[in-house]
């Protein structure tokens, strides 16, 4: 075991940890084999990853550090409190799941942080993420993802479930890309068996989803770039300078039923979403608006210096607007006629 020492960057006031433990890919280099405390054959990668985060001191966790290189996962890999999951880079370090594999995050004070990550060949109604997380104070940082459409949630899902009989606080993603899956890029949602459904300070900062279920959908028309309030509440959110372009539905969505309040979205770009075909006509009271730029229906919500551009029915939809305030925004070039108008 290799010890580093200074502050593991969790979010929010932990203790420190000195911890870190090394894992190599079967395609790693000679000498990162000859450095790593596990090292991978390719097969059944999630075992010695496993092994790694649970070897690190049970009370103040640690860094599992991954070399370069791909690591086949046929099941999934489970974080424990106050870890650290860490790659090279989103070019460098990839976590690939089949099997129904998944990265599940069920343990408070986790991080994951600079690697690619892909999901594909799941089984009928996997109502899960491939990142799943079900837990409050989680970081997700510099991770790029992508699934086949064979998931039913979303590439990045953060769902209430009633773990530890508490609501879902503190959800970073900075810098995360949910690159053409077929399913939801990011996903909020909850069980519905739980009554503790609220996701409250949560942060989005430099995050795209781009082309969600444009070419491939599990279940389509319903899949968008950003859903942010499926099933669940949510309070105090804030998104910055993040970008949803050339989704199947909205861009920036959240459903009607379902609480918003303290809702801030600061300069956003929506882009070209809407990529279903396009019905003859449209109804309110149907599916079609759900191919607006932001899709934002009762609740709280404030944008600064948003922007709306080729989305197919609306750039801004908004029901209810007491409460909705705009400043700065712009919305041009939308409507049906602008775009293309089917899938690849």
Same mark, same amino acid.
């Given at each position: 075991m290799f010890l580093v020492f200074g502050m593991v960057p969790f979010v929010g006031a932990l203790e420190p940890s000195t911890a870190t433990i090394t894992?190599? /890919?079967?395609?790693?280099?000679? +000498?990162?084999?000859?450095? /790593?405390d596990y090292v991978c054959d390719g097969s059944n990668d999630q075992a010695e990853i496993q092994n790694a985060i649970n070897a690190l001191p049970p009370a103040s966790g640690g860094t599992v550090q991954l070399t370069e290189g791909t690591f086949n996962c046929a099941g999934s890999i489970l974080p424990k409190a106050h870890t650290t999951l860490s790659g090279q880079g989103d070019d460098k370090t990839f976590i690939r799941f089949t099997n129904d594999g998944i990265l599940r995050v069920d343990a408070e004070y986790v991080t994951l942080e600079n690697f690619h990550v892909k $999901?594909? %060949?799941?089984?009928?109604s996997r109502d899960f993420g491939v990142v799943y997380i079900r837990a409050g104070h989680n970081a997700v940082r510099d991770v790029t993802g992508t699934a086949d459409? +064979? !998931?039913?949630g979303g590439l990045f899902y953060v769902r209430s479930v009633g773990l530890g009989n508490k609501n879902i606080e503190d959800i970073e993603f900075t810098r995360v890309v949910a690159d053409s899956p077929g399913t939801y $890029?990011?996903?909020?949602?909850?069980? $519905?068996? +739980?009554?503790y459904k609220v996701h409250?300070?949560?942060?989005? &900062?430099d995050c795209k989803a781009i082309d969600c279920g444009r070419y491939s959908a599990y279940n389509p028309p319903w899949v968008t770039g950003f859903d942010f309030a499926e099933l669940n509440d949510i309070e105090n959110? =804030?998104? &910055?300078?993040?970008?949803?372009? %050339?989704t199947l539905e909205s861009g920036f969505h959240f459903e009607y039923g379902p609480t918003k309040k303290d809702i801030v979205l600061t300069d956003c !770009?929506?882009?070209?979403? #809407?990529?279903?075909?396009f019905p003859k006509t449209y109804s309110l009271g149907g599916e079609d608006y759900f191919g607006s730029g932001y899709y934002a229906p009762k609740g709280s919500y404030t944008f600064n210096n948003c922007t709306a551009e080729g989305n197919s029915a609306y750039g801004f939809f908004f029901s209810y607007p007491d409460g909705v305030y705009l400043y700065d925004c712009?919305?041009?070039? +939308? #409507? =049906? #006629?602008g775009r293309p108008t089917t899938q690849r």
């Open positions: 894992v190599a /890919a079967s395609d790693s280099t000679s +000498t990162a084999k000859a450095q /790593a $999901g594909t %060949g799941y089984s009928a459409r +064979t !998931i039913q $890029g990011f996903l909020h949602s909850s069980w $519905g068996g +739980t009554n409250k300070n949560v942060r989005y &900062t959110l =804030r998104v &910055t300078r993040c970008v949803a372009e %050339g !770009i929506s882009r070209n979403n #809407g990529q279903k075909p712009t919305d041009f070039e +939308t #409507g =049906r #006629g």
